[in-house]
């Protein structure tokens, strides 16, 4: 969701303007129950907090039957919604952009990338420029687009911004349907090495919980084992290294939901190393004092980002049928954190 510009900013930054632009007109059904307006468009724009929501509504960005409103305001049967922005809404073209991208493997049907951590996979709010959509974009002429025309060309899975490692990118809409096929059907091979909070009792596990949005922060994924909420997920783990207060994992995937493995992770009560997100961020084995506070702190500084690294992919090719796998080293910051532990190790 377009949300207002910020009223810190600059004019000229702000994208302010004389003329308004729409950007989403929902009409409320005729069975529609009174509702207030920030629930209700919290749960019809997607990527919307209710924060930006509530904060659209009394910049008078958000109109009722033509009229603003408030936050708390009910909405009724037939009633129309409209949201306006200066700026106009973003079309579903995507800007190449120079990038120097890491390509592992390339041929007419697709490419391997591995993504450094700090890069955004595909424009999103927030985010549309400067993604590895918009350097593949540059890279590839034209790329095929995502379902439903969403702004994900070339793309048949993602990984998150701060997660470093492999990518496959289709080059044609057979490889995009061939590929998307194989990651339904959970045909694909993926590995991940994860640095987790914590001495695993088992060397091997898996854990099996449906993933979903939390219902205390939107901006989180929560484990319901039950499965009365979110999709069924399931990450197998395997103990790499011990170190004591941390532990390298291989985590391969069965399935690829929002966060996967950080939010299993955490939910066995062994987030990710330096995951601020979840809560990996501070010490959460060890007395966090003294020599090993300072300790841990400069492995914070060294590995500012969760330690998670997509190391491996095989699938079929789409046209040839031949099996490929690639493998994807360590980069500089996480080969460099494991490197302070394996020192720590050693002496303790």
């Not at 924060?51 to 009394?58: E, G, L, N, S, Y």
């Amino acid at each position: 969701m377009s949300l207002p510009p910020d009223p810190d900013l600059e004019p000229d930054e702000a994208g302010e303007g004389d003329e308004l632009y729409e950007h989403h007109r929902i009409v409320a059904d005729r069975g529609q129950e009174l509702l207030r307006l920030d629930k209700f468009l919290l749960n019809r724009l997607a990527n919307a907090s209710r924060t930006k929501i509530q904060d659209a509504i009394r910049a008078e960005a958000v109109q009722v039957n033509g009229h603003v409103t408030k936050p708390n305001y009910r909405v009724r049967p037939a009633d129309i919604i409209t949201i306006t922005l200066p700026e106009p809404p973003r079309t579903g073209s995507v800007v190449p952009e120079p990038m120097d991208l890491d390509i592992r493997y390339e041929d007419e049907e697709l490419l391997i990338v591995n993504k450094p951590a700090g890069l955004v996979v595909h424009p999103a709010y927030g985010h549309w420029e400067g993604t590895l959509v918009n350097g593949l974009a540059h890279h590839l002429a034209n790329l095929p687009t995502g379902r439903n025309g969403e702004i994900r060309p070339g793309l048949v899975h993602r990984i998150d911004k701060d997660t470093s490692g492999l990518l496959v990118i289709g080059k044609t809409g057979w490889a995009m349907t061939h590929l998307s096929q194989q990651f339904f059907h959970h045909t694909i091979e993926r590995s991940y090495l994860a640095l987790a909070w914590g001495n695993f009792e088992e060397d091997a596990g898996t854990v099996r919980g449906h993933i979903g949005r939390s219902l205390r922060d939107r901006k989180v994924q929560a484990v319901y084992p039950d499965g009365e909420q979110g999709k069924a997920a399931v990450t197998h783990y395997q103990v790499r290294q011990r170190y004591g207060p941390v532990t390298l994992l291989e985590c391969r995937l069965e399935t690829g939901r929002t966060h996967q493995i950080r939010a299993h992770l955490q939910y066995l009560g062994h987030p990710l190393f330096s995951d601020a997100t979840y809560g990996g961020d501070r010490i959460r084995a060890g007395q966090a004092t003294g020599a090993y506070k300072a300790f841990v702190e400069s492995c914070f500084a060294t590995l500012p980002r969760q330690a998670l690294h997509a190391r491996s992919l095989g699938f079929v090719h789409p046209t040839s049928g031949q099996r490929l796998y690639f493998e994807a080293e360590l980069p500089a910051d996480f080969a460099a954190a494991l490197a302070k532990w394996d020192d720590w190790a050693a002496t303790h």
